[in-house]
């Protein structure tokens, strides 16, 4: 975990925000290669369709800046608690979830974008003034390109933290 000095907190907090920008940016060019039909697929049958973690990485900074820090209520409580949990196989089984029962790709993109906007504005207002922030590792691990490929793509054990996990 991340240790600040409170003297360099507004060059930390600098130092975040362009890390997290660039994180963003990564995972965006990676979301843009894909063909929009592929959105609704389910790559590997054990793990989610790829519209989950279009929606997944912004509602975890929701959930760990917005609503966690600052209390702020969700901007859509449904698309929130879909983005934070995804549609859960039931007893154990292979994903049953058909894709109508996700929303269209817009619908995705607009919530992805309002979520980030609002993320950005609040670490934008945070102090930084605590010594360690757990949001700022894990933020960036989640945001890493190679790791939303390993959600997606390879039949790892790991992936985006809290993907797995509630």
Same mark, same amino acid.
């Given at each position: 975990? !991340?240790?600040? $000095?409170?003297? $360099?907190? *507004?060059?930390?907090?600098?130092?975040?925000?362009?890390?997290?920008?660039?994180?963003?940016? %990564?995972?965006?060019?990676?979301?843009?290669?894909?063909?929009?039909?592929?959105?609704?697929?389910?790559?590997?049958?054990? !793990?989610?369709?790829?519209?989950?973690?279009?929606?997944?990485?912004?509602?975890?900074?929701? $959930?760990? *800046? @917005?609503?966690?820090?600052?209390?702020? #209520?969700?901007?859509?409580?449904?698309? %929130?608690?879909?983005?934070?949990?995804?549609?859960?196989? *039931?007893?154990? $089984?292979?994903?049953?979830?058909?894709?109508?029962?996700?929303?269209?790709?817009?619908? *995705? %993109?607009?919530?992805?974008?309002?979520?980030?906007?609002?993320?950005?504005?609040?670490?934008?207002?945070?102090?930084?003034?605590?010594?360690?922030?757990?949001?700022?590792?894990?933020?960036?691990?989640?945001?890493?390109?190679?790791?939303?490929?390993? @959600?997606?793509? #390879?039949?790892?054990?790991? @992936?985006?933290?809290? @993907?797995?996990?509630?």
């Amino acid at each position: 975990m !991340r240790s600040i $000095n409170p003297a $360099n907190a *507004v060059e930390f907090k600098d130092s975040i925000r362009m890390e997290l920008e660039e994180a963003s940016r %990564q995972t965006d060019l990676l979301f843009d290669m894909l063909d929009p039909s592929a959105f609704h697929e389910r790559p590997i049958a054990e !793990r989610h369709r790829i519209i989950f973690y279009l929606g997944h990485l912004e509602a975890f900074d929701w $959930n760990l *800046v @917005c609503d966690a820090s600052f209390g702020m #209520k969700p901007l859509d409580a449904g698309l %929130q608690q879909l983005f934070a949990f995804g549609i859960d196989p *039931v007893d154990g $089984n292979l994903p049953s979830d058909k894709t109508s029962d996700w929303p269209p790709i817009e619908t *995705v %993109q607009r919530f992805k974008d309002q979520a980030r906007q609002a993320a950005d504005a609040c670490l934008a207002k945070a102090s930084f003034s605590t010594r360690e922030h757990p949001y700022l590792e894990n933020g960036l691990i989640s945001r890493s390109p190679s790791n939303i490929a390993s @959600c997606i793509w #390879k039949r790892s054990a790991t @992936c985006c933290t809290g @993907c797995l996990s509630r």
